[in-house]
């Protein structure tokens, strides 16, 4: 059972993507099968979500929209935890 998923989500985080969100999300995109996608816009250009370095790099500032796009067979359960992680803003509130 190969699924595709897709999400977006507005990141509000203050500093934006930074090192220890950027940390958080690809821990959490490392904990499902599915192949991983993140980009900055619908269109792409995308990443490894799984990848720190490649995360890190894309530097999205706060206010930025995230788009997820997943492959396999958790990839709709892999879309809702990250962008619930964006919308929590990466736990860092509690």
């Known amino acids: ?3 595709h998923s897709h999400g ?3 990141m509000r985080h203050e500093v934006g993507l930074h ?3 950027s940390v958080k999300l ?3 995109a490392k904990s499902f099968r599915s192949r991983i996608d993140l980009g900055l816009s619908a269109d792409g ?3 490894d979500a799984k990848s720190i370095v490649k995360v890190m790099a894309a530097k999205a500032p706060k206010d930025t929209v995230l ?3 997943a492959e396999g067979d958790d990839a709709a359960a ?3 935890a990250l ?3 964006v919308e929590r803003d990466f736990g860092d509130g509690d």
Do not use: D, E, Q
Request: aromatic share 8%; net charge positive.
């Open 45 to 47: 250009p995308w990443i």
């Open 67 to 69: 788009h997820f796009r």
């Open 1 to 3: 059972m190969n699924g």
């Open 19 to 21: 090192a220890r969100p």
């Open 8 to 10: 977006s989500v507005l």
């Open 26 to 28: 690809t821990k959490l």
């Open 78 to 80: 892999a879309v809702s």
């Open 83 to 85: 962008v619930g992680l």
